[in-house]
């Protein structure tokens, strides 16, 4: 099994700041990643595909880095909508896998 | 526009079984692979399972392997997860998912659909 393992677990920010979410993948899984947002009581979303390409209709304000082990997610300039629960997940080999999330929150 | 409607949650007992739908709209179901990922109580999220648009492809994470089946009917666009030999530690929220195939992300989700498995 891949293991992905993101950090940090948690990221205290405030609204206009920059952040930058990290995954590690236990092997190489290519460009195979993607990132979700996942909010309290609602489905989460893809934000990103193939490490880098933008999911439709997300903002520009977010986009993603990475090939093979280590991957970035960065959104330049935090909106009050953008606080929530950010996953990576590897799709290159079965099982697919998830990391544990980040936890993006107001400071 | 794209929707996926989840169905057939609920409470069961330990070693109890349940099935698990999900109906699909706005998109030509066969043309998408289809996926189960679930979170249980104050985790993560986990994947379950996946199939192929056809459905001649199927997979599953060892910790449901021989006990959760995932199947479709693509004449009437549903997907499905037959649980059996259910356990407190499947206990979570059942979220159905599409990729445009399995070597692709989940890029629509339905809302989840809760599974309790306690006494």
């Known amino acids: 099994e891949t293991v992905m393992t993101q950090s940090p677990a948690t990221l205290s920010l405030s609204p206009g700041e920059r952040a930058a979410l990290f995954c590690r993948a236990g092997q190489s899984v290519g460009i195979n990643l993607a990132w979700y947002q996942h909010k309290p009581g609602q489905a989460p979303r893809l934000l990103i595909y193939?490490?880098?390409a933008r999911a439709a209709d997300i903002p520009d304000r977010f986009s993603g880095s990475g090939s093979g082990t280590e991957f970035t997610l960065t959104i330049s300039s935090l909106k009050s909508e953008d606080f929530a629960i950010y996953y990576c997940?590897?799709?290159?080999?079965?099982?697919?896998?998830f990391g544990q999330g980040t936890k993006v929150e107001i400071k | 526009e794209v929707q996926i409607l989840q169905s057939g949650g609920g409470l069961v007992q330990p070693g109890g079984s349940l099935r698990l739908s999900c109906e699909a709209s706005g998109f030509k179901f066969i043309n998408y692979a289809m996926a189960w990922v679930r979170q249980g109580p104050g985790t993560g999220l986990e994947w379950v399972s996946a199939i192929s648009g056809d459905g001649k492809a199927s997979y599953y994470a060892d910790s449901v392997k021989g006990r959760f089946t995932i199947s479709r009917d693509n004449s009437k666009n549903t997907l499905s997860l037959q649980m059996n030999s259910l356990r407190a530690e499947d206990t979570a929220k059942y979220y159905c998912?599409?990729?445009?195939?399995?070597?692709?992300?989940?890029?629509?989700w339905g809302q989840g659909i809760l599974v309790t498995v306690s006494s």
């Open positions: 193939g490490a880098s």
């Open positions: 998912a599409r990729a445009p195939n399995l070597r692709h992300s989940l890029d629509h």
């Open positions: 997940q590897q799709y290159d080999k079965w099982p697919w896998t």
